[in-house]
């Protein structure tokens, strides 16, 4: 629908929801419901995938949910017109201040880890905030509203990928790699791309209940809550430099992951004394020995499970973990999940059905740190 607004018309708009002061132009808001309105915001560069998906969640005309549904609309936090992935351009019909009446503003992803927020966007988020808005991002998202410091001592997600940058951008800021999602009062972050979907399906748990959270998730062909975090999707990590003292030993280790690897055998492989050793595989590698061996182990584990042909307690012995107990113990401690489930999930079978089935709503949150 679309509703023009100046000084007079106040009264009306605010039974709707719409909590304006002096704002004059035209604001298109979709579907013709009361509940909530949720904005996306809009960039020169837009992600398009994650823009997608809070278009379906929340705008999407949903009758079956009734005329308190969600309210979508988008704005530009910049001059347009815009640019997005994908080829084409995008006119917005709403500028920056729509930010100022929305009970929920979503990032969906930004240009990019080094791109400056402008301090405008972050203040107006910040008045949002304090008003009572909720603040969501999606994928690098979290860089924008990590700007507004108001996740300073908190904890925030993002894309794997993007961990390390936002840590070092915002120190004051707990980055967790591994969750698909989390949140911090009323600030909510999530991992990257379809992970966006997980928090939006549990925003929708949130303000609806579960049996509209599984309504959406059904619609989407998705599970409504998926267990596991973003950790089963991580790259093995490499050393930061392979011209150095350590990689030929870490090429050794990888060839003989199922022999014993104490430390001191490290230390004297590489003719080094103990201490001196630790302290440069640290540097090499970005992690201490013992806590490197063991995701090398996952992740070898990680790919023969995906190949099928060898049972759990063979992977487990093959990759130097001894037995299956040990490798279900890291599994579930390091990427909260089975190794049955990764393997059901990862595997490639000869025929696959497509099926996706959705359970019933989780009480727990995504996140499997606490």
Not at 129 to 145: K, T, Y
Request: proline residues 6%.
């Amino acid at each position: 629908m679309v509703i023009l607004l100046d000084g007079r018309h106040h009264v009306g708009l605010a039974k709707l929801g719409l909590q304006l002061a002096e704002t004059t132009g035209i604001v298109k808001i979709v579907p013709n419901t009361t509940g909530p309105l949720a904005v996306a915001l809009l960039y020169d560069g837009l992600c398009t995938f994650e823009f997608g998906i809070v278009a379906e969640v929340f705008g999407l005309p949903r009758p079956e949910m009734g005329e308190a549904w969600y309210r979508f609309a988008s704005c530009a936090v910049e001059g347009g017109p815009l640019r997005a992935h994908g080829g084409f351009t995008l006119t917005p019909d709403h500028g920056i201040e729509l930010i100022d009446c929305a009970d929920i503003i979503v990032v969906p992803g930004w240009k990019g880890s080094d791109e400056a927020v402008p301090e405008d966007l972050c203040h107006r988020l910040r008045e949002a905030h304090e008003r009572g808005a909720r603040l969501v991002s999606i994928c690098s998202g979290a860089f924008v509203l990590a700007a507004t410091g108001l996740l300073d001592g908190g904890t925030a997600t993002t894309h794997w990928r993007y961990a390390k940058a936002l840590r070092d951008a915002h120190p004051k800021v707990a980055v967790d790699r591994s969750s698909l999602y989390r949140s911090y009062g009323r600030v909510f972050t999530s991992a990257g791309s379809a992970a966006g979907l997980d928090l939006l399906i549990e925003i929708v748990r949130q303000d609806y209940g579960p049996e509209a959270a599984n309504s959406v998730a059904r619609r989407l062909v998705m599970p409504a809550h998926r267990t596991g975090g973003q950790a089963q999707f991580l790259e093995r990590r490499v050393p930061v430099r392979r011209h150095n003292e350590v990689a030929p030993l870490i090429d050794r280790i990888r060839a003989e992951l199922g022999a014993p690897w104490p430390l001191t055998r490290m230390a004297e492989a590489c003719r080094m004394s103990l201490r001196t050793f630790m302290r440069r595989f640290n540097e090499a590698t970005g992690a201490p020995p013992g806590e490197w061996l063991a995701a090398e182990r996952i992740e070898e584990a990680k790919r023969l499970l995906a190949a099928g042909r060898l049972s759990v307690d063979e992977i487990a012995v093959f990759v130097g973990l001894g037995g299956a107990d040990t490798l279900r113990h890291h599994f579930r401690k390091r990427i909260c999940i089975s190794p049955g489930e990764f393997r059901t999930r990862f595997s490639r079978p000869e025929s696959a059905r497509g099926d996706v089935s959705v359970p019933s709503a989780c009480e727990h949150p995504a996140s499997c740190s606490q």
